[in-house]
């Protein structure tokens, strides 16, 4: 697979959102098809929201092969699993719990343990472990989905945050000062190693920083963690709605 970038603007949120979606499902049926399993590593945050409750409106009318998937999270915040701001929370309640799934197939980040960077570890090598490996040696995801915030920050990469900039761990516990806490989350490095990244961006309040994604000018684009968006073999799909990409 050769290295693609492409980019997508939908008229609204809810256009960008079924785009999505049915990426999604093709990225899942066309992996099972191809080697029997489908890895997928989903995002957090509010935007992504409305594509899982897509996705689940699916889950028995359609051909999607869920049995076969395995789900893994890129991020999580530091809270239990059962709270009201994990990203697996709000992922279970919208989507997992609507699909057939086998309940061995989700691998949740422990967010809520007492020591995050050995969970970091711990998760690292649970990817290690069951995700299939690239000819480089590194496991190698069929899709991984992200969202951006306003800051520019994708997964739980914030600017001028150490992980940003990591290069040797997969996933790692990254402090994050503007919320004054630590958030598990993947690396570039395992982002840019997917066969697919998704990328989907929504709304006025994002249009600053997918301008600055999305600028010519290379210090402009340092300011963004997104712009570390490589992928070194894979497709990087990039979906806004118009709200979002206005300022492009």
């Given at each position: 697979?050769?290295?693609s ?15 999505v979606?049915n ?18 590593a ?14 689940a409106a ?13 789900i893994f ?5 530091d809270?239990p ?9 709000m ?18 980040m ?6 995050l ?5 711990e998760?690292?090598q649970?990817v290690?472990?069951?995700v ?8 190698r ?14 997964a ?19 402090t994050?000062?503007v ?25 006025d309040?994002k ?13 402009v684009?340092s ?5 570390k968006?490589?992928?070194t073999d ?7 709605d118009?709200?979002?990409?206005r300022?492009?």
């Amino acid at each position: 697979m050769a290295t693609s970038l492409k980019k997508c603007v939908e008229q609204t949120a809810d256009q960008a959102t079924d785009l999505v979606a049915n990426l999604v499902k093709s990225i899942i049926c066309d992996a099972v098809a191809q080697r029997g399993r489908c890895y997928i590593a989903l995002a957090g945050g509010t935007t992504p929201h409305a594509l899982y409750q897509r996705l689940a409106a699916c889950g028995t009318g359609d051909d999607v092969p869920w049995m076969d998937v395995d789900i893994f999270f890129g991020d999580e915040r530091d809270v239990p699993l059962d709270h009201v701001e994990s990203n697996y929370n709000m992922v279970q309640r919208t989507m997992l719990d609507h699909l057939p799934l086998e309940p061995g197939h989700v691998h949740p980040m422990r967010g809520d343990a007492d020591d995050l960077d050995a969970a970091a570890t711990e998760y690292e090598q649970t990817v290690r472990d069951l995700v299939p490996h690239g000819t480089d040696g590194m496991p190698r995801f069929d899709l991984i989905l992200l969202g951006m915030g306003g800051d520019g920050h994708t997964a739980s990469l914030f600017p001028n945050t150490p992980a940003v900039e990591e290069t040797k761990k997969l996933v790692t516990a990254n402090t994050v000062p503007v919320l004054g806490r630590r958030r598990l989350t993947f690396t570039f490095p395992l982002i840019n190693a997917a066969r697919n990244i998704i990328l989907l961006v929504t709304g006025d309040d994002k249009a600053e920083a997918v301008a600055g994604l999305l600028s010519t000018d290379q210090a402009v684009r340092s300011r963004y963690p997104a712009a570390k968006l490589q992928p070194t073999d894979g497709m990087l799909a990039m979906v806004f709605d118009v709200a979002a990409s206005r300022r492009t």
